[in-house]
Each structure stands twice: as structure tokens, then as C-alpha cells.
């Protein structure tokens, strides 16, 4: 097994062109670490620590931003407003039959215009978002001392870096290795590492020993069933009929057309972070208005979201559908049986056709089910275990740790089929 690790090294250190994708890589993560260490003008660093540290909702924002909104950087928004938007233009495939035409019958073309959709809608949802975000941050005395000039240019700077930071991630994407949007989570995920381990070693209780024993145990257990359950898969056996063209005769070999557990990968859990978090910010900005009525709706609307329960519940909730959703949006069974008819192939005691169309979407929705019910008591977790142990960081480990294994996952595997097609 070393002996092929190194193999593999050593090509992909050979191969100039997989060497320049990983190096791309490398570099727009660090121009992205980079942006994420520049503050916005007239931060207030204590009182950002002290805000960030009472406030849950934030410390998730700061996961999707790659930890921007621990400094207030130019990058504090991160890739969360195109997610959103991503999000809506999936949702609107299933209103809109011309969007869903564009996304699976027109191939690359259409999904590159869904895309270019989807950038145009980040501008006003980033608008929004940083509005929202900059006057609560101003109202709880982070920023302080601001003129109207001031106030302006950093919302000017917050958008043009959460478009900054979406482009990179298209950059990674198209010119690197891995689903760039993804890798940018994963490396502010990754960056908060060593100081989150600093924080604990400083702060450590032998008393408490024994607790963080089983915390680091459970945190092993959901690494080996994240890994388990993403590769986890259900081979459905394929059989080409035989064909005679002229004087040679193709088909009637059999083969198995894969299908995850877990079809998703992690993408339920930024969705439902993304819806979760939006309103959130929305009512958090409303809290303050000067509407006595709407202040008083606003306010009992985040405190029913600051329930940790109710929250787990809705969180569960969102992850479970998304997942269902995402799959939906993936795998199309009827096209897959259009294309296995197409090419003279069939699954053994099933009709081609429409029965195999539902016979494929049967199995993938019982897979799914499992796939669901393990994200979802995957991501809610460490809310439950904060309840009950009261340690704020662990309602953001869980779901970060489900984040940098499911991402690394990928990003190996991509590496992977990258080398295996320059080995043959």
C-alpha cells in the first residue's frame, strides 16, 4: 500500500499538468486565506471576540465565510450568498420546466446558464445579507464610530469580496481539482484548527478529562461512519443484449451501474445551514427596528431559533429534505433508462422503459432514506451534546468535522481518477 502511495506521488509530482492543478489549488486557497485576514475599517476586536463568543449563529456563519467573520475581513460574507442563490435556482428547476430542460437535457451548455443565473442572483442576496449583517454588527458595538462614507464603502467591500471569493472557487473548479466552493469551506474549516486545539490545551480541566476521552472517541466513530456510509454504495446489475452489425457481434456482456447510500455527499448540510442561517440574519437586523411590532415579532422569532431543540429539530428537518432533493436533482432514473435503452442494455427481470425507471427510483429512495437519517443525526449531534454538556464549540465541531471528511473524501478521490487516467 506505501509502495503504491509513493508511486502516485511520484506521478503526480512527474505529470506537469496534474502537478500545475494541485499547485492552482494551493495558490487560490492561500490568496483566500489571505483575503480573510484583511479587516473591514473600524472593527472593535474585543467586542467582535465577546459577540462571537455568546453568539451561536454567528460561529456557524464563520464556517461558510472560512473563518472571514472572526476578523471581519473583506471576505466575512464568503461563498454563503451564492450558495442561497444556488439553492433557489435548484428549487426553481422544479417550477420552471425551461430551467429544468436547461439543467438536464441540454448538457454542459445549460447548466453552465443555470450557473451564470445563479452569479447574477449572488449580487442582490449578497447586498442583503451584508446590509443585514453590518448594521447588527454596528448596533451590538463592533463597528464603531462610522460615517455614512464608511458605512457604504464597507458594504461595497463585503460584496465585491463574496464575488471575489465565488470566483475563486469557480476558478479552483474549472482550472484545479474538486468542487472549488466546497475546498474554500473546507480550507477555513481546516485554518481553525490549531487555534481551536491551542484554545483547548489552555483552558484544559483534568477534572474534565474523562469527557473529552468520550468526545474524542464519538468524533473517531463519526469519521469511520461518514467514510462508511459516502462510500457505501448498491451495484444494480446491467446486461448489454447482443448485437449483430455486418460481420461482428457486440454486447452481451453484463456490468453494474453503482448507486450510492449517500448521493448527496455533503451538500444537504450547507443548504440547510444556508436556509438556517438567512432568516437568522433577517430577523436578527429586524430586532432593532425602530417598529415597535415588527422589533417585538423579530425578536420572538429568533428566540425561538436560539431554542437549541426546536433548532435541532428544524436542522434535522432541512438536512433529511435536502438530501432527498439533492438526489433528486443528481440521479434522474428516467433518463438513465432512456440511455440504458438507448444502448440496447437492461436490468435482469426488469422491462426496459418506464419500469425500469421505476425500479431505479425505488431503490434509490430507500437508499436515500438511510443516507438522510445518518446526515441528519450526523449534523444535529453535537447541538444535542452541547445541550446537555453546555460547551459551545461543539455545536460547530460536528458539523465541520462532517464538512473537512466529506470534502477530503472527494478531493482524494478526484486526485485518484486523475492519476489513474495518466497511468494507462
Not at 449531534?381 to 466529506?406: D, E, K, Y
Request: charged share 10%.
Amino acid at each position: 500500500m506505501f509502495a503504491t502511495f509513493l508511486n502516485k506521488f511520484n506521478l503526480i509530482l512527474s505529470e506537469r499538468n496534474l502537478r500545475n492543478r494541485i499547485l492552482f489549488v494551493v495558490t487560490a486557497l492561500a490568496v483566500f486565506r489571505l483575503g480573510a485576514s484583511i479587516p473591514i475599517p473600524g472593527v472593535e476586536v474585543f467586542q467582535l471576540e465577546r459577540f462571537l463568543a455568546e453568539n451561536q449563529f454567528l460561529g456557524l456563519l464563520n464556517v461558510f465565510s472560512g473563518g472571514g467573520l472572526s476578523t471581519l475581513s473583506i471576505f466575512m460574507l464568503g461563498v454563503g450568498p451564492y450558495i442561497t442563490a444556488s439553492i433557489i435556482m435548484q428549487l426553481l428547476t422544479f417550477v420552471f420546466p425551461s430551467l429544468k430542460q436547461l439543467f438536464h437535457e441540454e448538457g454542459e451548455a445549460g447548466r453552465r446558464k443555470v450557473a451564470q443565473y445563479s452569479r447574477l442572483l449572488t449580487v442582490p442576496l449578497a447586498v442583503i445579507q451584508g446590509l443585514s449583517l453590518l448594521v447588527l454588527l454596528e448596533r451590538q458595538g463592533v463597528l464603531m464610530n462610522l460615517t455614512m462614507f464608511d458605512r457604504v464603502t464597507n458594504i461595497f467591500v463585503v460584496v465585491a469580496g463574496s464575488l471575489l471569493v465565488t470566483w475563486i472557487g469557480e476558478l479552483i473548479t474549472e482550472f484545479g481539482i474538486g468542487n472549488g466552493v466546497s475546498l474554500l469551506i473546507f480550507a477555513g474549516i481546516v485554518s481553525r484548527f490549531l487555534p481551536t486545539l491551542m484554545q483547548l490545551w489552555l483552558t484544559f480541566d483534568i477534572a474534565q478529562a474523562p469527557m473529552y476521552l468520550v468526545f474524542a472517541l464519538i468524533a473517531l466513530i463519526i469519521v469511520a461512519a461518514v467514510v462508511f456510509v459516502t462510500e457505501a454504495e448498491r451495484p444494480i446489475p446491467v446486461t448489454y443484449a447482443k448485437r449483430v452489425r455486418g460481420m461482428k457481434m457486440y454486447g452481451g456482456m453484463s456490468t453494474y451501474l453503482p448507486i450510492r447510500v449517500n448521493n448527496a455527499g455533503v451538500m444537504p448540510i450547507i443548504f440547510a445551514l444556508s436556509i438556517l442561517l438567512f432568516p437568522q440574519m433577517i430577523f436578527g437586523f429586524l430586532a432593532g427596528y425602530d417598529n415597535e411590532f415588527i422589533s417585538n415579532v423579530a425578536s420572538f422569532i429568533n428566540s425561538l431559533l436560539n431554542n437549541n431543540w426546536l433548532y435541532a429539530g428544524l436542522y434535522f428537518l432541512l438536512v433529511f429534505a435536502f438530501t432527498y432533493f439533492y438526489s433528486a436533482v443528481t440521479f434522474d432514473p428516467e433518463a438513465i433508462s432512456t440511455n440504458l435503452q438507448k444502448n440496447g442494455a437492461f436490468i435482469p427481470g426488469v422491462r426496459p422503459g418506464r419500469s425500469t425507471a421505476e425500479y431505479l427510483s425505488k431503490i434509490l429512495t430507500r437508499l436515500t432514506l438511510i443516507g438522510a437519517i445518518f446526515l441528519g443525526f450526523v449534523a444535529v449531534l453535537p447541538i444535542l451534546l452541547r445541550s446537555l454538556t453546555g460547551i459551545a464549540s461543539l455545536s460547530i465541531g460536528g458539523t465541520s468535522l462532517l464538512i473537512v471528511v466529506s470534502v477530503a473524501l472527494e478531493f482524494v478521490k478526484q486526485v485518484d481518477a486523475q492519476v489513474s487516467m495518466r497511468e494507462y
